[in-house]
């Protein structure tokens, strides 16, 4: 109850209570210009957590990534044009309610059933994560090991190319990891004689670079999107009670499916909002009315992604795995203000705790009110030209990875970065898989070298640990899952080929 009450202190704080209402604003903003993504939203605010309180730092992370997801639903629902990749699932049927005529039942249910799915799945996370920390304090280094691997096996399952093409950018994040002399031997790796590479990449500068400056490169690349007509909306939560009832059957799997996904590592928002539009599809009474400007795939895909946010910082706070590139970038900031992620982190910093799951409930119940003045701005934001939003970033990115290592080298790498992500993003290349490994390359490698001391060498105790065992098998799973489908596709196709041949 103590530690309930100092969270509560923490929260009501001047300066948490500034920053959650600055960082929505920032989230609704961000979130609705089209192809500004709730990551580079999040990546931007980096450089802003230097001079905030630990509290104060999360919280502008929680917030502005809750909010940036439902506004990515405006220009999605009004132009046709998702403003995040979680919105690109069901933009269509969002437009075709807007050519209908029916624009403010679209955006409420995406603000209705956005702000249901994060209260869920913060819940989830409040259930959750204290039951898995009980049992992570058991963990050794080999229980480590295997659950690090088993994420990044993880992120090459659900990324939506080529698994082939996610192993590749997996194995470039986990190569750039090693660069430097911060490893088990100290042997500086991949430096060719740079001093400043000896420190190796810091993840943020990366993950900037990554997100937000390649999204500048491809902007540059693609046309405007068309301006949007002065419109009048009417009441935007009206009828959200009666679609509440009518489908909260779909409301619930949603928040389930977004949940399950949001703690598999590398999934994130965008895929549980995938999953769970295809999901509502398929067992829909009336899958004839999708495409058409139907409201149900909005209601299981509006809950399910936002749910998949809070679920997300379970694997986060536990263990240090990112459960998609939008934690991969707050474990940065945890880090940096004393809140190391960890089992001990539940019993050492119970109050930090409470308060974050506070966060989560504050962020979502003032997202309603928010969420209906930025739908009702929307027409002034989707305005803003692109030519003066770009240079604007790219000046935010610079300021802020001059901020992570106060030297301009950390520059020069967002600028690389930024160009390999683009590059990357263009051949159907997931940049998240090469975050993924960029950040958990060294709790790999530290985990392996140091259960192998402790071995004295011998691979078997990976395998002889009951917990161990279990992790490992799953890992090999996820590994050969990729070419068990390959074989099994070309065994149907010499299938069919030899029935077409007797035929």
Known sequence: MMDFLEAVRLVAAPDVLIAIFASAV??????????????????????????????????????????????????????????????????????????????????????????????????????????????????STFEYFWLAFLGLMCATLVARSSPIKAIASMLLGLLVSCIGMENPAGTPRFTFGIPDLLGGIEPIPALVGVFAVSEVMRAMVTPEPPPLPRRKFGSILANQWMLTKKYQWPMWRGNVIGIIIGVLPGAGADMAAWVSYAMSKRFSKEPEKFGT????????????????????????LLFGIPGDTI?????????????????????????????????????????????IVMIRLAASVL??????????????????AFATGSNLFSVLLVGVFGCLGFVMERNGYPVAALVLGIVMGTMVEQNFITSLIKSDGDILPFFERPVSGVLAAMTFGALLWPLGIWIWNRMQRRRMAAGDATG
């Open 26 to 139: 920032y989230g609704l903003v961000v979130g609705s210009l089209p192809g500004l993504s709730a990551t580079m939203a999040t990546a931007l605010l980096v450089p802003v957590t230097f001079w905030l309180s630990p509290i104060a730092a999360v919280a502008t992370i929680i917030t502005a990534s809750a909010m940036a997801i439902f506004s990515g639903d405006i220009p999605g629902c009004l132009l046709r044009i998702p403003g995040t990749p979680a919105s690109a699932a069901y933009t269509d049927e969002a437009y075709a309610l807007t050519r209908k005529g029916q624009a403010e039942l679209a955006l409420g249910a995406g603000l209705w059933f956005s702000a249901i799915g994060g209260i869920v799945g913060t819940l989830s996370l409040v259930l959750m994560a204290p039951l898995l920390a009980e049992m992570a304090l058991s963990f």
């Open 327 to 371: 934690t991969a970038i707050a474990i940065g900031v945890l880090y940096m203000k004393g809140l190391n992620p960890g089992p001990t982190l539940f019993t050492e910093r119970a109050s930090s705790m409470y308060a974050l799951y506070l966060i989560f409930i504050l962020a979502n119940i003032i997202m309603i009110p928010l969420g």
């Open 293 to 316: 400007g139907h409201p149900e795939g909005l209601v299981e895909a509006g809950a399910s992604n936002n749910a998949s946010l809070a679920s997300g910082w379970v694997p986060s």
């Open 383 to 400: 305005r803003a030209p692109r030519a003066a939003v770009m240079p604007v970033i790219m000046l935010l990115c610079a300021v802020g």
